[in-house]
């Protein structure tokens, strides 16, 4: 069936037609990996799984690291009035050193080990401010005991 005043003939339709099928037909793989976790490694070749760390810190506005590399900030990032939660996606299997840093606070630094298909939370991760000063009493202390 031809359409009137078309520019298209009815071969270059079916062209176009098989084009996109093509196309449909080695997207749709590479997406379902990609949702499905896995990266391709540039370096060896081939897909791989990764994994993802998952970071709720406080106070706001710290910089996290893994392996002495700045995780960036995302927008999407959902912020808590007290705290900042902060993901690593995509990381490949291993072992990471995160670092968290804030100015004027004492840094938290833990080892973690990432693996395939599985997310390490790490929760609460609380940083000490260094000039926090506490008043314990007003009164003379005498005796000093530590509990076991």
Request: proline letters at 6%; glycine letters at 4%.
């Amino acid at each position: 069936m031809e359409y009137p005043d078309s520019k298209l003939s009815h071969g270059i339709r079916i062209s176009i037609l098989i084009i996109y099928i093509i196309i449909f037909l080695l997207l749709c793989p590479i997406l379902i990996l990609y949702a499905s976790g896995y990266r391709y490694d540039w370096k060896q070749g081939f897909p791989k799984r990764t994994g993802a760390i998952s970071i709720t810190v406080e106070p706001t506005e710290v910089k996290v690291y893994a392996n002495n590399i700045e995780i960036p900030r995302d927008v999407d990032v959902q912020t808590l009035s007290y705290k900042d939660e902060v993901r690593l996606t995509s990381a490949p299997p291993g072992k990471y050193t995160i670092k968290i840093t804030k100015p004027g606070y004492y840094d938290w630094i833990k080892d973690v080990e990432v693996k395939e298909m599985e997310t390490v939370y790490i929760k609460d991760a609380i940083l000490f401010n260094k000039n926090y000063l506490i008043k314990l009493d007003d009164c003379n202390i005498t005796t000093v005991s530590l509990s076991p």
